[in-house]
């Protein structure tokens, strides 16, 4: 049940990105859907092994390569989607990844954690 949360929580971070830049494009909500469910894989296959890889710059940068490591993940989910989710370049994706991990951080913080503490 909470990563079907996340999901959906990931698809409407994706959506608000996707209408705040011009160089960030989806299809529609069903592709924002599949995009998060791609990303989520990939996040959970990819991104552990880049983030080993890069560890020395990732520490040497106090932790800001993540960043640039989830523009990657987000470019090889575009890439993957085809055209129904478009990324224009990879600084989009950068600024992307920036405005995904805030807001997804602000949602987390705000909306999810409170909502799973009435409980």
């Not at 160089?23 to 990303?39: K, N, P, R």
Request: aromatic fraction near 14%; charged fraction near 10%; hydrophobic fraction near 65%.
């Amino acid at each position: 049940m909470r990563w079907l949360i996340y999901l959906l929580v990931n698809s409407v971070v994706l959506m608000v990105v996707a209408g705040y830049f011009q160089g960030f494009y989806l299809e529609s909500a069903s592709a924002a859907i599949l995009a998060s469910v791609l990303l989520s894989i990939i996040n959970f296959i990819v991104k552990p092994i880049l983030v080993i890889l890069t560890l020395p710059v990732t520490f040497l940068t106090f932790g800001f390569f993540l960043f640039i490591i989830n523009a990657i993940t987000l470019m090889i989910t575009a890439s993957l989607m085809g055209d129904a989710f478009v990324i224009s370049s990879f600084g989009m994706a950068i600024l992307a990844s920036i405005f995904i991990s805030v807001l997804n951080l602000l949602i987390k913080k705000f909306i999810v954690e409170p909502m799973r503490s009435k409980r």
